[in-house]
């Protein structure tokens, strides 16, 4: 069964960091595009990130340039996004998706597959 479990979620403190994987079981990602998005409480999901299959080409939110690096570990079958320099507004539950098409997108409708997202608070 093809599934995508985020993990890395938490409380951190502003201008700390942390790290969320996005592990495929049961399927590899390899050939797969990979999207970050996150959803606040009373706000619309939103994309964060987004890598190609080979991961050579990435997007990043504007509000997040700078500060988060997405890449990808085909070996290990997981897909990171690297937090730093965070900020409460940065507070949300973030979820990845895979896309068949192996692209790079920034539109949730064009993702197949999705996680239970994991939560992460920025807060002092």
């Known amino acids: 069964q093809l599934q995508l479990v985020e993990s890395g979620g938490g409380l951190v403190q502003p201008g700390g960091s942390l790290r969320l994987s996005c592990a495929g079981t049961g399927f590899s990602l390899d050939y797969y595009g990979i999207g970050w998005f996150r959803q606040a409480p009373g706000k619309e999901r939103e994309g964060v990130s987004c890598?190609?299959?080979?991961?050579?080409?990435?997007d990043y939110e504007d509000s997040v340039k700078g500060r988060f690096t997405i890449s990808r570990d085909n070996t290990k079958n997981t897909v990171y996004l690297q937090m730093n320099s965070l900020k409460p507004e940065d507070t949300a539950v973030y979820y990845c998706?895979?896309?068949?098409?192996?692209?790079?997108?920034?539109?949730?409708?064009?993702?197949?597959?999705w996680g239970q997202g994991t939560q992460v608070t920025v807060s002092s």
């Open positions: 998706a895979a896309s068949v098409s192996g692209l790079c997108l920034t539109r949730d409708y064009e993702y197949d597959y």
């Open positions: 890598i190609g299959s080979s991961g050579g080409i990435t």
